[in-house]
């Protein structure tokens, strides 16, 4: 598996609060995105971060990689009911963008 | 612009039969993408196109799913037989080979086998 974390992890949190969900990857990656994918719904790209880029930042999103230690990470700013949905990061595969490998994914509940 | 549109949203089929997804990509995009979906195993690549040819037929799907691409406009996967073990969503997704920056998905297609 290209993954450090497999399990589908769960959040819950209040609306307006912070929140950082992270991923970890086994092998070499030259782009990490990150999607969000709501109920009935298929994944939608929010970030898309390169090897070479450390962070990445889209309205209240900020993506972090950190080639090293072979990790990433997503924050959202100020939360909203509407953000909650899976969140996954997916690393390529090479050849092309859509060639990849998905986490597990993290549940994200924001309480009104 | 439409996005990348599947059909049908679901389908229920009883074991054994033959069943044909269908995905219509962003136009103009020539990299197309089949994944299928479930809580056990998450999200899998199928079959990879790339303007209309097949890249990638993913190992493990080959014998019972089939994935064509007969105009760039329209793909198809057809899974023949059914089992149950094939319960899953199936997902389109489409790209721009010379725009490197964003990958589209469908809404998916919810399949049930009985």
Known sequence: SQWGEEN????????GEDVTMN??????????????QK????PAQLILIRSNEREKRSG?????LDTSSQSSSLSI???LATDTAVYFCATDRGSALGRLHFGAGTQLIVIP | DAGVTQTP???????????????????????????????IQGLELLSYFRSKSLMEDGGAFKD????????SSFSTLKIQPTEPKDSAVYLCASSLETKNTEVFFGKGTRLTVV
């Not at chain 1, 991923?23 to 969000?36: A, D, F, I, L």
């Not at chain 2, 990509?25 to 990299?31: E, I, L, M, T």
């Open chain 2, 9 to 39: 949203r679901h389908e229920v089929a009883e074991k054994g039969q033959t069943i044909i997804l269908k995905c219509e990509p962003v136009s103009g995009h020539n990299d197309l993408f089949w994944y299928r979906q479930t809580k």
């Open chain 1, 77 to 79: 700013t100020g939360t």
């Open chain 1, 8 to 15: 589908l992890q769960a959040l819950s949190i209040q609306e």
């Open chain 1, 39 to 42: 109920s009935g719904k298929g």
């Open chain 2, 64 to 71: 019972r799913f089939k994935a064509e691409m007969l105009n």
């Open chain 1, 23 to 36: 991923c970890s990857y086994k092998t070499y990656t030259t782009v990490v995105q990150w999607y969000r």
């Open chain 1, 60 to 64: 209240r999103l900020r993506a972090t």
